[in-house]
């Protein structure tokens, strides 16, 4: 990923944004490898492949794929050895039809001004990049060379554009435009309309949009099945709350995506205490259109069970100011601390939902302030009884 100096403070990195959020006080625990990063590569090594071949069968997305090194050092070599393979071919032609040696003033050469390999060198690479210094050129002498001089164009042709192509590709790239698009650094699980919610944030520094963006969310864990087969990984789709009942979003400004804890969630059994020690992993997904190239662009994340804070919510970043909404990315990881159920979302609906547990709060809260007022109403008894004996006293004294 790279760097947005001037879009963000410093404080910030650049592929997700770092906040300054206390976690969680607990033990800590052996975590596996996280299976997609932070900043959306994926953390998986193909190993043992036998068919190396069948990447030869799709050239063009294997030099896209190459770093761009490699791709620098193939985009030389192949004009120079194409340069150097008809040079050879046309010293070859000169050599044959006695080209090199002294002829008389009436002889008529294949190509004209080639004394050497290093002249048919130069001539080969005046063919193919048509530059055409004037000094050399092929006569209708033979027919050979008007040949080769066919067949040195069309492969001069196809060179520069599949080399060309790649290099356009590979600085077009979708993942590029992913530059821009930022997740929050740690997930939040809080109350939100009356039910346990597990949310993320998510943004667009640029002013040009992307067009038909989806999310999707995964839970990642290891899972045994009722057979005893053990899947290493196994990718657990996450439905997303949305009101317009499909996955796409309008990314104009930060959005805070988020998910109901129900009972077909896989996070429905979790707590707040045994999510620290649940080994999980949960990959967001945000995949759309880039407005300004049309290329399908997608940006990747992750959060483990530490990255996901329990009983916090984001803050607002969003404020309008002179009759335009101004985003305020400085708060984007921001999150603030809300009254929130310890229990699982599957104990909490069992035991009423959240209605009734703040019911629940509301009398033991009532109870507390009863039990507050009744000591000061006894000591007020007890002080005015104290000063009516008091009286009683001085009264029998002065009889």
């Known amino acids: 990923m790279l760097s947005r100096k ?33 900043n959306g590569t994926c953390n998986v090594a193909h190993t043992n492949i036998r068919e190396q071949g069948r990447f030869l069968q799709d050239v063009f997305t294997t030099l896209v794929d190459l770093k761009w090194l490699y791709t620098l ?6 004009f120079l050895c194409s340069w150097f393979l008809f040079g050879m071919i046309w010293w070859l032609i000169a050599f044959a039809h006695g080209d090199l040696d002294q ?85 939040v699980i809080c109350p939100r309309n009356g039910k346990l919610c ?38 657990i789709e996450i439905q997303i709350d949305n009101p317009v009942g499909a996955n796409g979003i309008f ?22 205490e045994n999510l620290q020690n649940e080994d999980i992993e949960i990959i967001v997904v945000l995949e759309g259109v880039v407005e300004t190239t049309g290329i399908t662009t997608q940006a990747r994340t992750s959060y483990l069970s530490e990255e996901i804070l329990w009983g916090q919510r984001f803050v607002s970043t969003v404020s309008e100011e002179d009759g335009i909404y101004a985003v305020d990315y400085s708060k984007f990881g921001n999150t603030a601390k809300v009254p929130t159920p310890v229990c699982s979302a599957k104990k909490l609906e069992e035991g009423g939902g959240m209605e009734l547990l703040k019911l ?21 008894q007890e002080k005015t009884q104290a000063t009516s004996h008091s009286m009683s006293i001085h009264t029998q004294a002065e009889m």
């Open 6 to 38: 001037g879009l963000l403070p410093d404080d910030f990195l650049l592929t997700r944004l770092a906040e300054d959020v206390r976690q969680p006080q607990f033990k800590a625990v052996q975590r596996k490898s996280r299976f997609v990063a932070k």
């Open 360 to 380: 629940l709060e509301s009398t033991h809260s009532n109870v507390r302030r009863r039990r507050v007022k009744q000591p000061s109403i006894s000591q007020e």
């Open 198 to 235: 597990f949310m993320i944030r998510l943004g667009d520094l640029r002013k040009s949009m992307i067009i038909s963006a989806t999310v999707r969310m995964q839970v990642v864990r290891k899972t045994t099945t009722k057979e005893g087969e053990v899947v290493p990984l196994d990718q």
């Open 251 to 272: 990314l104009v400004s930060p959005l805070i995506i988020c998910h109901i804890i129900d009972k077909d969630s896989p996070l429905y059994e979790l707590s707040a």
């Open 103 to 187: 002829q008389k003033e009436d002889f008529i050469p294949c190509v004209t001004d080639i004394h050497s390999f290093s002249s048919a060198f130069l001539f080969s690479i005046e063919v193919q990049v048509t530059i055409g210094f004037g000094g050399r050129m092929v006569t209708e002498e033979c027919v050979s060379a008007i040949i080769i001089l066919l067949v040195q164009n069309i492969v001069g042709l196809v060179i520069n554009a599949i080399m060309l192509g790649c290099i356009f590709m590979k600085t077009a790239q979708a993942k590029r435009r992913a530059e821009t698009l930022i997740f929050s650094k740690h997930a």
């Open 73 to 78: 050092i193939i985009f030389t070599m192949s």
